[in-house]
């Protein structure tokens, strides 16, 4: 069956770094683009990043461009996100979404 995992959230300050994974198995994992996506309390689940099945093409939300950056490994079936200067208002449940499946998600939480 299609699993997808993510790790690598928690807690970091204000201008921290995390990276989340999201390790995928029951499909052809090549094959298909992979997103990540975002819920914050109250509010709508959100896409953030976006990329094509090969990697050549990426797209980010406006709220995230140039502070996170999404990529894969076709040879690892696993796709990553990297956060860079976190603000409090991207604290939030992170998800991993590909071929009409939804990981569990991860905590990311921007706190002082």
């Known amino acids: 069956q299609v699993q997808l995992v993510e790790s690598g959230g928690g807690l970091v300050q204000p201008g921290g770094s995390l990276r989340l994974s999201c390790a995928a198995s029951?499909?052809?994992?090549?094959?298909?683009?992979m997103s990540w996506y975002r819920q914050a309390p109250g509010k709508e689940r959100e896409l953030v990043a976006h990329?094509?099945?090969?990697?050549?093409?990426?797209n980010y939300a406006d709220s995230v461009k140039g502070r996170f950056t999404i990529s894969r490994d076709n040879a690892k079936n696993t796709v990553y996100l990297q956060m860079n200067s976190l603000k409090p208002e991207d604290t939030a449940v992170y998800y991993c979404?590909?071929?009409?499946?939804w990981g569990q998600g991860t905590q990311v939480t921007v706190s002082s």
């Open positions: 029951g499909f052809t994992f090549s094959r298909y683009a």
């Open positions: 990329i094509t099945s090969a990697g050549g093409s990426t």
């Open positions: 979404y590909a071929y009409a499946h």
